[in-house]
């Protein structure tokens, strides 16, 4: 038995142990958000963010991202690519700022996405950065700097040298001045929101007064600032309102998130013109838009004060040569005063006034109401301060500006409900913040909310109280405190104009009315926070989760398996969880396994399909194999299937390079892939990778070579092989020439389920089935092979007595189906090996009906997950459950 000594040795001496058991993990921990991102491979400038690899998921580890430990500044431990993301989303930005604040001081280092970045909640700190060392820091982090849309040459966007030059071009429009000459355009405007409020004053309807004031202010900054009348108030389907708010919308798009997340994203979404901060049909509208009014303007206009004509005056026909121009300017930033704004810069610009004018002031307006309802004494004060002031003379610049109490209201309530609950600079030079050194190109969040309900500075901070702006009150207290339009010279530029425009407003609806409470109107206003509640509703043990996330962060934290046992263990053997964003159940009860899977198999017969929208050939689950070392054994898997299933003599043994092999194997590592995970999290963006063909499920390259492959095995058949027993024969048999009028034929079936049983397989199915046969005899048998050689190395007393048994039940015949069946210990082992490694850790089903699980009545659609790989390591079912012993 000599040879077989020399096999042990060459298990172990290709040092089996560590590589075996560090794939298992990796098996184990599954295709889970990737990403090859350790702390040290996050540079200050955020160059690197590593690329996923199997082989880097080698060992169980719990991943922490090591920047702000280095720099010495307190931080909390950060899942990768999640990093605040999941706790903000969970708890809300304010009570995460908060805790973070609390816990651990004014200074704390954060983890967006894959971006370092640092919260500041220090008054003193603020000012300093944004005012008296403004120029070491002047510009914001730009979390998309890949983009190419519209706005990356608008004000909020553009740089340094070229940013002073475009704020100095605008800051005449915003002048009072300036906001004088537009009082009549404004009346205009705030006449219309009280017509539109009467009809359902007068009729005591309630009103929604965020959607109301919406329409207002996007006709404010259309026609100061555009010279348009689009009168969204009266026609409430505007185009500029229905794009206006897709632009606002888009922060709370999944995709956003995802580029948040995994900002390199952004280079795939905007290749492919799919992302949304690059959302071509409203960009393309606003800039046609844009291109209209500035056509539209004659000579006369020439005079207009409004935006547009102050930047169409500063445009000086710089666009012809603009490269050589703008390297000039790049040479030479004093040039930079000479030349105009370029069209991009004009409607760049255009569009940033549309979005930054439109939802702060809005969304500031309801709130003021809202504060005014739920506060009548402080609406009475201001009532009769009005009335002293101006009585019902109509609202000016001017005017509303001797209500002093209005200041107070307006005040205290952008304290309370700050449409900007976070502001952002980066630093251009090292900085030093609060003693800590910080590089260069980290952003720099101000907690602007947190700050603003600081106990600290505000007593009793959730109180609504104007009198906090008494000019005594505010002097006590440090001005930095209160941000609602940043400070400095980058603060909001509209501030005049947002100011003007909420004052007089508010004040002729109070002129006329009053705001009141209705059953709709929600007290207290609740932070949005975002849970999922499914489980919870239909009565289903279930943890928390964070949604879009899920299981998926846990389960990349813990492996599966110590994520299923927990679970189990905490909330008993039927679990709700959530797979990015489906409900999915764990279930651990044989009984119940048994049970759906064959006394009630007719009501949950397929498994659960996570990419339903997918067209590929093929619509399996896999696992991942990325290593050298399963070599060995996935050629040879390899080799079986192809010559025993389709007569393929491929011998990727001795040609690993084989294409059958290459192929197979991106079929097979797919599920490392970030976008696999993205898919997971966001079910529906597979319809969108699908649209442009980059789907890694639909990885036509892949596909088209294992078709043609199929097709050419299936020509290549000639009639002496009619009579060959292999896999891909058997299914050309019963291939009858169904293709022809396939649809026809598949609508037929559909109607009359019996017919399936009269036709043959398509060639789409026979392909098909050809790719799952593949990939699941690919994967699976090799994988088992592997760990059963490393099962049988660790025990080399049951790899003694597997020795004897083959000895005396076949000795040295060539073993054969038949003839080793006979070796039972063989069996033993085999199953022990698959009840520690199974390949498949999970299986599930999804029900066509309602279903009765454990007492609970559970959809149809829900995924029903069974928790093979905790079960095979149950204690209750197996003692000593981590032994490898056959005798079980
Ligand atoms: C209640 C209403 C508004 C609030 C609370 C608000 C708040 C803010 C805040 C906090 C900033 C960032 C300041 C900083 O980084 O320090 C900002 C910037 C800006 N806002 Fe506003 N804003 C409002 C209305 C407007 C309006 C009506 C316009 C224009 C018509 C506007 C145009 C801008 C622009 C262009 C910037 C970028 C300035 C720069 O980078 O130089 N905002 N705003």
Same mark, same amino acid.
């Given at each position: 038995m000599s040879d077989t000594n020399d096999i042990t040795k060459l298990v172990s001496a290709s040092g089996a142990d560590t590589d075996i058991r560090s794939e298992a993990a990796v098996v184990a921990a599954?295709?889970?958000?990737?990403?090859?991102?350790?702390?040290?491979?996050?540079?200050p400038t955020h160059t690197t963010t590593g690329q996923p690899t199997?082989?880097?998921?080698a060992k169980h580890v719990k991943w922490k991202f090591g920047f702000w430990k280095r720099l010495g500044v307190p931080s909390p431990d950060y899942f990768p690519y999640i990093g605040g993301m999941a706790e903000i989303q969970k708890q809300g930005i304010y009570e995460f700022d908060k805790n973070l604040i609390t816990k651990y001081g004014r200074v704390v280092g954060l983890q967006i996405g894959g971006n370092p970045s640092l919260l500041i909640a220090d008054p003193e700190i603020i000012k300093n950065i944004s005012v008296k060392e403004f120029s070491k820091a002047p510009n914001r982090f730009q979390h998309f700097s890949g983009s190419k849309n519209e706005?990356?040459?608008?004000l909020t966007a553009v740089e340094d040298d070229h940013w002073r030059f475009m704020r100095n071009t605008l800051l005449p429009t915003f002048s009072s001045g300036k906001m004088r000459k537009m009082d009549p355009l404004l009346r205009v405007k705030y006449k219309l929101l009280l017509d539109s409020l009467k009809t359902n004053a007068d009729e005591g309807k309630p009103i929604d007064f965020k959607q109301t004031f919406g329409a207002y202010t996007m006709d404010v900054i259309a026609s100061l600032?555009?010279?348009?009348?689009?009168?969204s108030q009266t026609n409430p389907d505007n185009l500029f309102v229905k794009y206006t708010k897709e632009l606002t919308n888009f922060s709370l798009s999944p995709l956003t998130i995802l580029l948040v997340l995994i900002p390199k994203l952004d280079i795939i979404f905007d290749y492919f013109n799919v992302s949304p901060l690059n959302n071509r049909r409203v960009m393309d509208f606003f800039k046609s838009a844009v291109e209209r009014a500035i056509e539209m303007r004659? !000579?006369? $206009? /020439?005079?207009?004060?409004?935006l547009l004509q102050l930047m169409i005056n500063a445009h000086? !026909?710089? $666009? /012809?040569n603009e490269m050589e121009e703008e390297q000039a300017i790049q040479d030479d930033p004093q040039k930079w005063k000479k030349r105009g704004l370029t069209t991009d810069e004009v409607t760049g610009n255009a569009i940033i006034f549309f979005i930054a004018g439109y939802e702060t002031t809005a969304s500031t307006m309801a709130f003021m109401a809202y504060c005014l309802a739920t506060n009548p004494d402080c609406q009475e004060r201001l009532i009769n301060e009005i009335d002293s002031a101006i009585g019902q003379e109509l609202p000016t610049y001017d005017n509303?500006?001797?209500?002093?109490y209005l200041d107070r209201v307006l005040n205290e309530t952008l304290r309370l409900?700050?449409?900007?609950?976070r502001l952002s600079r980066v630093g251009k030079t090292e900085l030093d913040i609060g003693g800590y050194k910080i590089p260069e190109g980290i952003e720099l969040a101000f907690a602007v909310y947190a700050l603003h309900r600081d106990p600290e500075f505000w007593?009793?901070?959730e109180k609504f109280d104007?009198?906090?702006?008494s000019p005594e009150k505010k002097s006590e207290r440090?001005?930095?405190?209160?941000?609602p339009f940043g400070h400095?010279?980058?603060?909001?530029?509209g501030q005049r104009l947002a100011t003007m425009e909420i004052k007089c407003a508010i004040v002729y609806i109070l002129q006329h009315y009053r705001f009141k409470t209705c059953d709709?109107?929600?007290?207290?206003?609740?932070?949005?926070k975002w849970k999922f509640g499914f489980w919870k509703r239909m009565g289903v043990p279930s943890p928390d989760y964070f949604p879009y996330i899920g299981t998926m962060r846990e389960i990349k934290k813990q492996g599966i398996y110590e994520f299923d046992k927990s679970l189990i263990t905490k909330y008993g053997r039927i679990v709700g969880m959530y797979l990015g964003s489906n409900p999915s159940l764990l279930i651990a009860d044989p009984e119940i396994i048994k049970n759906i899977s064959v006394?009630?198999?007719?009501?949950?017969p397929n498994r659960f399909q996570h990419f339903s929208e997918t067209k590929n050939e093929m619509r399996h689950g896999l696992t991942a194999v990325e290593d050298d070392h399963w070599r060995t054994f996935g050629a040879y898997t390899m080799d079986v299937i192809a010559s025993l299933?389709?007569?393929?003599?491929?011998?990727s043994q001795t040609n690993p390079d084989n294409l059958f092999v290459k192929y197979a194997k991106e079929l097979l590592t797919f599920s490392f892939n970030p976008i696999i995970i993205l898919l997971v999290l966001i079910p529906k963006l597979d319809i969108i990778f699908n649209y442009f063909n980059v789907s890694p499920l639909n990885n036509r390259r892949v596909m088209d070579f294992f078709k043609s492959a199929v097709e050419r095995a299936i020509e290549m058949?000639?009639?002496?092989?009619?009579?060959?027993?292999?896999l891909l024969q058997l299914m050309i048999n019963t291939h009858?020439?169904?293709?022809?009028n396939e649809m026809e034929e598949e609508q037929a079936i559909q109607d009359d389920p019996q017919k399936w049983k009269k036709r043959g397989l398509t060639t789409d199915e026979v392909t098909g089935n050809a790719i799952v046969f593949i990939i699941a005899g690919y994967d699976t048998t090799a994988s088992t092979l592997a760990f059963m050689a490393y099962c049988l190395a660790t025990n080399s007393d049951c790899q003694e007595r597997l020795i004897s048994e083959i000895d005396s039940a076949i000795g040295q015949e060539l073993p054969t189906y038949d003839n080793?069946?006979?070796?039972e210990y063989l069996d033993r082992v085999l199953n022990e090996t698959l009840r520690l490694?199974?390949?498949?850790t999970r299986t599930g089903r999804v029900g066509n009906t309602e279903l009765d699980i454990g007492g609970y009545k559970v959809p149809k659609g829900i995924e029903l997950a069974f928790a093979i790989y905790a079960l095979h390591r149950d204690p209750e079912f197996?003692?000593?459950?981590?032994k490898f012993d056959p005798e079980r």
């Open positions: 599954g295709p889970f958000l990737g990403g090859g991102c350790s702390g040290s491979h996050i540079s199997g082989t880097k998921f706005m990356r040459h608008g600032g555009f010279g348009m009348d689009i009168n004659d !000579d006369e $206009d /020439k005079n207009r004060q409004d000086k !026909d710089t $666009d /012809k509303v500006q001797t209500i002093e409900y700050p449409p900007a609950t007593p009793e901070p104007p009198e906090r702006f440090h001005p930095y405190a209160f941000l400095g010279p980058r603060n909001c530029i709709e109107t929600e007290i207290p206003l609740r932070h949005v006394k009630e198999f007719s009501k949950a299933g389709f007569g393929m003599d491929i011998d058949r000639d009639n002496v092989d009619k009579n060959r027993q292999d009858k020439d169904t293709d022809k080793v069946q006979t070796i490694y199974p390949p498949a197996w003692p000593e459950p981590e």
